[in-house]
C-alpha cells in the first residue's frame, strides 16, 4: 500500500493529467452536441463498416449463384426483345393487332469447355436436345457472335466457334452483304476477315459490322467493327480485317438462338433442289 | 506568497479579458486563431505543487469555455498543456539552480528557452484544443495547418506581450 502511494506521488502528474483529462472529456461530450453526436456517430461507422466488409466477402460466395440468375434473366428479357419477334403481317393485308410475332426465343448456356489457340476451334456448353437445343441454331454472347451448335446430345452441345475456318457467317457493313472467315492465315482469336466486300465501296476503320438477314442470327447481331481495310490482291473485294466483339478468351455464359422460322424456311429451300 | 497570488491574478483578469474580449474576434479566416490567454499557465511560478498547477489550468480552461461555449475543450487542452509543462520544466531546467528564480519569463530564462518553452507548450495546446474541436478523422491535413498556423499566432503573441511588459527584468 504504502509503495502504491510512493508510486502514485512519484508520477503525480500523470494522474493529475488523467484526472483532469478525463473530467473535461465528460464535460465536452456531455455538453457539447456535435462532440456527442460524433463519438456515436463514429461508434456507428465502425459497426457499419464491419458489416458492410463482412457483406463484401459473403456476396463473393454467392457469385455463382448470382450470375447464374442474371444470365437466366438475361435470356428471359432477351426474349422480348423487338429483335426477337418478326412482322407478320402481310403487306397488302388490313392492319391487325397482333403484328409481332416470336422468331427467336434465346437460351443462356454456360461454357463448360473452350478453345481459341487451335486452327479449328470448338465450344462445349452444357445445354443439349433436352432442353430444346437442336444443330445449325446460332450462339451469341452477351456482346457479339460466338458460332454455330454443330453436334447435340441429350444434356451438351458442341458449338463451332467463329474461330474455325468452315464457319461463315454473313454480315453487313454499312449496308453490303460480305461474309465473315477466320483461319485463312488468320489465326489470332482478335480477328477476323470480311471478304466479298466490293472494293469501292467506302468501308472506313471503326464501322460496325452486325449479322445480315441472311445468317442464321437475328439481323443486326453485333459481330465487331472494321480494324483494316486493303485491296485484296486479285479480285476487285476488299480485304477488311474485324476487331471481333466477342472475347473468345473469357467466354462463360453464351445465348443459343432458335429460330422458330427456319424449319420452315429450310423445308421451303429444300424443295428448291428436288425441283 | 501574497504578492505572487496578487499578480498572478491581476495578469490571470487581464489576459481573460483580452482573449475573451479582443482575440476572439480576431483570426485569419479560421485557419489562424490565436489564444494568448494559456500564457498565464506558462508564467506560472516554478515552485507551484503539480495539484495547483492542474488544477489552475483547468480552471482557467473552463473559464474560456464559458465564454467560448465549448464547454470542457479548452479546460483539456490546458490540462494537457499543464502535464507537458512539468515535464519540459523537469527536462530542462536544474532545479538548484533556477530554484531561487520565481517564474518562467522572458526576461528571466533567456530568449532561446522561452521561445523553445512557448513554442511546445503552445503546440501541445492547440493540438489537442483543434482536434478535440474537429473530433474527426477526415480533415487531418486542414487541421493540422490550423495547428501550426494558430501556434505560430499565439507564440508570436506571447512574445510581443513579453517584450512589451518584462523586458526590464532581463539580465
Not at chain 2, 508564467?43 to 483547468?58: E, Q, R, S, V
Not at chain 2, 498543456?81 to 520565481?102: H, M, S, Y
Request: with cysteine.
Amino acid at each position: 500500500m504504502r509503495n502504491l502511494w510512493l508510486f502514485i506521488s512519484k508520477y503525480n502528474a500523470f494522474f493529475l493529467l488523467i484526472i483532469f483529462f478525463t473530467i473535461s472529456l465528460i464535460l465536452l461530450i456531455k455538453n457539447n452536441s456535435f462532440q456527442r453526436a460524433s463519438v456515436w456517430n463514429s461508434s456507428n461507422q465502425v459497426v457499419a463498416q464491419s458489416y458492410e466488409k463482412v457483406n463484401e466477402i459473403s456476396s463473393y460466395l454467392s457469385l455463382g449463384k448470382t450470375n447464374d440468375s442474371l444470365a437466366a434473366e438475361n435470356a428471359r428479357l432477351r426474349n422480348q426483345l423487338a429483335t426477337s419477334f418478326t412482322s407478320d403481317s402481310i403487306k397488302q393485308g388490313t392492319v391487325r393487332d397482333t403484328t409481332l410475332k416470336q422468331q427467336y426465343t434465346y437460351t443462356v448456356a454456360t461454357v463448360i469447355n473452350n478453345s481459341v489457340h487451335q486452327k479449328n476451334n470448338y465450344l462445349t456448353i452444357n445445354r443439349g436436345s433436352k432442353h430444346g437445343i437442336s444443330k445449325g441454331m446460332g450462339v451469341t454472347s452477351a456482346k457479339g457472335i460466338v458460332g454455330i451448335v454443330l453436334n447435340v446430345n441429350e444434356n451438351f452441345s458442341t458449338i463451332r466457334s467463329l474461330l474455325h475456318s468452315e464457319t461463315k457467317v454473313s454480315a453487313n457493313v454499312n449496308g453490303s452483304i460480305g461474309s465473315i472467315v477466320w483461319g485463312e492465315g488468320n489465326y489470332d482469336p482478335r480477328f477476323a476477315y470480311l471478304k466479298d466486300i466490293q472494293s469501292h465501296l467506302n468501308i472506313k476503320k471503326g464501322n460496325r459490322v452486325v449479322t445480315s438477314e441472311f445468317s442464321m442470327f437475328p439481323q443486326g447481331t453485333a459481330i465487331g467493327y472494321v480494324a483494316e481495310t486493303r485491296t485484296s490482291k486479285g479480285d476487285n473485294s476488299l480485304d477488311i480485317k474485324i476487331k471481333l466483339d466477342t472475347d473468345f478468351a473469357t467466354l462463360d455464359y453464351v445465348y443459343v438462338i432458335n429460330n422458330i422460322l427456319s424449319a420452315q424456311q429450310l423445308s421451303l429451300e429444300a424443295q428448291n433442289k428436288i425441283e | 506568497m501574497v504578492r505572487v497570488v496578487i499578480t498572478n491574478s491581476i495578469r490571470f483578469v487581464l489576459l481573460m479579458a483580452t482573449q475573451v474580449f479582443l482575440l476572439k474576434n480576431i483570426g485569419y479566416y479560421n485557419l489562424s486563431i490565436p489564444y494568448l490567454y494559456i500564457l498565464f499557465i506558462l508564467t506560472l511560478p516554478f515552485g507551484i505543487p503539480n495539484y495547483l498547477l492542474f488544477l489552475l489550468a483547468f480552471f482557467t480552461g473552463l473559464t474560456i469555455d464559458f465564454y467560448y461555449d465549448s464547454l470542457g475543450l479548452n479546460a483539456a487542452a490546458c490540462t494537457v498543456l499543464a502535464f507537458v509543462r512539468i515535464l519540459f520544466i523537469n527536462l530542462t531546467v536544474q532545479r538548484d539552480g533556477f530554484d531561487n528564480e520565481p517564474e518562467p519569463r522572458l526576461g528571466i530564462m533567456g530568449f532561446q528557452w522561452f521561445i523553445f518553452y512557448a513554442f511546445i507548450l503552445t503546440f501541445s495546446h492547440h493540438f489537442i484544443l483543434f482536434t478535440f474541436e474537429s473530433f474527426s478523422f477526415s480533415e487531418l491535413g486542414y487541421t493540422f495547418i490550423r495547428i501550426l498556423m494558430s501556434t505560430l499566432f499565439t507564440v508570436s503573441l506571447m512574445l510581443i506581450t513579453e517584450f512589451a511588459f518584462f523586458q526590464k527584468k532581463l539580465r
